[in-house]
């Protein structure tokens, strides 16, 4: 919503110094809207992006195309994991803190990419298995969203989880192997570390109502469900010569889950249709009230990582392309982002009922229940905490672990202990509950904690 407010603020400017200098000039920030991207996009809400090589920045034709169309960027490669923690607990971030700067002095909100992927891991983490793993990469998921905390619009906490082909199931890869609950595990660490950042799961082959798409959908209801914190889904949309007829509609059925949507690595092959194409996923977008932002995945056609496929909206010399023209006659033609209060529609309730509403009763105080993802070795407990009918101001869950057990990580509570008896305390941002209001931590560790119980204590 603060973005939104700042582009506005930003396009009034915009407009007012256009007019005043005779529309001669376009500037970094008072590009007339209807003219370019940026500002367009800007006049609907909406952001429009590019995926930058943060060594181009010393390009000054790359910077003068990146600087006057878009408000929006995201770092190509410098913010993965093998970036950004080349050594394991070393974290080097001089790539991506580039890219912030240059994004804060030129008006353009960041997109984060990407805290866990399977691919692009650094060499330790790829020969990383099991409870050590899974450890390591909740720790990556903290320490980078905190560094960035406050400086970043939407992060891609999960990238490319879900195979592709006709199952619908999940990837394998070491990520996958530490527990099925590593996604969610992951969304959590990020909104402890970050509580201001859209939190996003990202995939390819997702552009229309298909297997994979559909196996995504389940579970980000799953996660609306269960309170699991995820705020937006990344269609990356790498698109070859044609576009499914339902890309709109799968769009739109992700938003009615009451998450917003994004279209975030746009490129599309070269060749008759790519304009068209342009043109008719922008549309779709500006159809979709939830659909904040598009994302191209480069600048000019030799930006990209896509070699002779030409698939972006500038030539190699920064002139704009048919497929340009498409984008802006789109991005001025749709709908705007309604913007009075509410700015987001009410948050809808999932369209089917919660499988599982909570089991304990609303008690005076607040009860507890666990439940456990083991593996051997090691588990992760997602505990759920219910207000009783006074509510809680504040709320301490304890366990008493069976000896061997150990804790080892924790996400939206405070540990003291790691042994024996440990107990949970609130964060600052959880512990105000409603009455029979429920709110969810957990935590992760080495050994067995099949049998525990917890006690629920509220203040
Ligand atoms: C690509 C980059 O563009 C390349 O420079 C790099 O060599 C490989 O990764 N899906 C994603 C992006 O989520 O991170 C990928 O980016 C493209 C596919």
């Given at each position: 919503?603060?973005?939104?407010?700042?582009?506005?603020?930003?396009?009034?400017?915009?407009?007012?110094?256009?007019?005043?200098?005779?529309?001669?000039?376009?500037?970094?920030?008072?590009?007339?809207?209807?003219?370019?991207?940026?500002?367009?996009?800007?006049?609907?809400?909406?952001?429009?992006?590019?995926?930058?090589?943060?060594?181009?920045?010393?390009?000054?034709?790359?910077?003068?195309?990146?600087?006057?169309?878009?408000?929006?960027?995201?770092?190509?490669?410098?913010?993965?994991?093998?970036?950004?923690?080349?050594?394991?607990?070393?974290?080097?971030?001089?790539?991506?803190?580039?890219?912030?700067?240059?994004?804060?002095?030129?008006?353009?909100?960041?997109?984060?990419?990407?805290?866990?992927?399977?691919?692009?891991?650094?060499?330790?983490?790829?020969?990383?298995?099991?409870?050590?793993?899974?450890?390591?990469?909740?720790?990556?998921?903290?320490?980078?969203?905190?560094?960035?905390?406050?400086?970043?619009?939407?992060?891609?906490?999960?990238?490319?989880?879900?195979?592709?082909?006709?199952?619908?199931?999940?990837?394998?890869?070491?990520?996958?192997?530490?527990?099925?609950?590593?996604?969610?595990?992951?969304?959590?660490?990020?909104?402890?570390?970050?509580?201001?950042?859209?939190?996003?799961?990202?995939?390819?082959?997702?552009?229309?109502?298909?297997?994979?798409?559909?196996?995504?959908?389940?579970?980000?209801?799953?996660?609306?469900?269960?309170?699991?914190?995820?705020?937006?889904?990344?269609?990356?949309?790498?698109?070859?010569?044609?576009?499914?007829?339902?890309?709109?509609?799968?769009?739109?059925?992700?938003?009615?889950?009451?998450?917003?949507?994004?279209?975030?690595?746009?490129?599309?092959?070269?060749?008759?249709?790519?304009?068209?194409?342009?043109?008719?996923?922008?549309?779709?977008?500006m159809n979709v009230s939830r659909c904040t932002g598009i994302t191209v995945w480069g600048v000019r056609d030799c930006d990209s990582w896509r070699g002779s496929d030409n698939a972006l909206l500038f030539d190699c010399n920064g002139n704009k392309k048919a497929a340009y023209t498409n984008v802006l006659n789109a991005l001025n033609a749709g709908p705007g982002i309604p913007t009075d209060p509410p700015t987001d529609p009410p948050t809808d309730p999932p369209t089917d009922p919660p499988t599982d509403p909570p089991t304990d009763p609303p008690t005076?105080?607040?009860?507890?229940?666990?439940?456990?993802?083991?593996?051997?070795?090691?588990?992760?407990?997602?505990?759920?905490?219910?207000?009783?009918?006074?509510?809680?101001?504040?709320?301490?869950?304890?366990?008493?672990?069976?000896?061997?057990?150990?804790?080892?990580?924790?996400?939206?509570?405070?540990?003291?202990?790691?042994?024996?008896?440990?107990?949970?305390?609130?964060?600052?941002?959880?512990?105000?509950?409603?009455?029979?209001?429920?709110?969810?931590?957990?935590?992760?560790?080495?050994?067995?904690?099949?049998?525990?119980?917890?006690?629920?204590?509220?203040?």
């Amino acid at each position: 919503m603060k973005h939104r407010r700042v582009l506005r603020a930003a396009v009034t400017v915009a407009v007012t110094g256009a007019l005043a200098a005779g529309m001669t000039m376009a500037l970094t920030t008072s590009a007339n809207a209807g003219t370019t991207l940026r500002a367009s996009a800007a006049e609907k809400g909406r952001y429009f992006g590019a995926a930058v090589a943060t060594g181009k920045l010393s390009t000054s034709a790359y910077v003068t195309v990146l600087n006057r169309e878009f408000n929006s960027v995201v770092a190509e490669n410098e913010m993965k994991w093998d970036a950004t923690e080349p050594q394991q607990g070393q974290f080097r971030y001089t790539g991506g803190d580039r890219l912030v700067s240059h994004a804060q002095a030129n008006g353009m909100s960041v997109r984060g990419h990407a805290l866990l992927w399977y691919q692009q891991q650094p060499g330790w983490a790829q020969n990383m298995s099991g409870s050590t793993l899974r450890s390591a990469m909740i720790n990556h998921v903290t320490q980078v969203a905190t560094h960035y905390r406050g400086k970043i619009h939407s992060w891609d906490v999960v990238n490319e989880a879900f195979a592709d082909g006709g199952s619908g199931g999940r990837r394998d890869s070491n990520l996958q192997r530490t527990g099925n609950d590593w996604i969610e595990a992951a969304f959590r660490a990020a909104r402890a570390a970050d509580p201001g950042a859209k939190l996003c799961y990202n995939d390819y082959n997702t552009d229309g109502i298909n297997a994979k798409s559909t196996g995504i959908y389940n579970m980000v209801r799953d996660f609306k469900s269960r309170g699991v914190p995820i705020d937006c889904v990344g269609f990356q949309s790498h698109l070859g010569t044609s576009l499914a007829s339902d890309y709109q509609a799968n769009l739109q059925r992700f938003a009615d889950l009451g998450v917003d949507v994004q279209i975030t690595e746009l490129d599309v092959m070269t060749g008759g249709n790519q304009a068209n194409i342009y043109g008719a996923v922008t549309r779709a977008c500006m159809n979709v009230s939830r659909c904040t932002g598009i994302t191209v995945w480069g600048v000019r056609d030799c930006d990209s990582w896509r070699g002779s496929d030409n698939a972006l909206l500038f030539d190699c010399n920064g002139n704009k392309k048919a497929a340009y023209t498409n984008v802006l006659n789109a991005l001025n033609a749709g709908p705007g982002i309604p913007t009075d209060p509410p700015t987001d529609p009410p948050t809808d309730p999932p369209t089917d009922p919660p499988t599982d509403p909570p089991t304990d009763p609303p008690t005076v105080g607040c009860s507890a229940s666990v439940s456990l993802n083991s593996w051997t070795g090691g588990f992760v407990a997602s505990v759920k905490v219910t207000a009783g009918s006074a509510g809680t101001s504040g709320w301490n869950v304890g366990f008493t672990l069976p000896s061997g057990a150990s804790v080892t990580n924790t996400w939206s509570a405070t540990a003291s202990g790691s042994t024996g008896t440990v107990r949970f305390a609130n964060v600052n941002y959880n512990g105000r509950l409603g009455a029979g209001q429920v709110t969810e931590f957990g935590f992760q560790g080495t050994g067995s904690a099949s049998g525990v119980t917890p006690t629920c204590t509220a203040s």
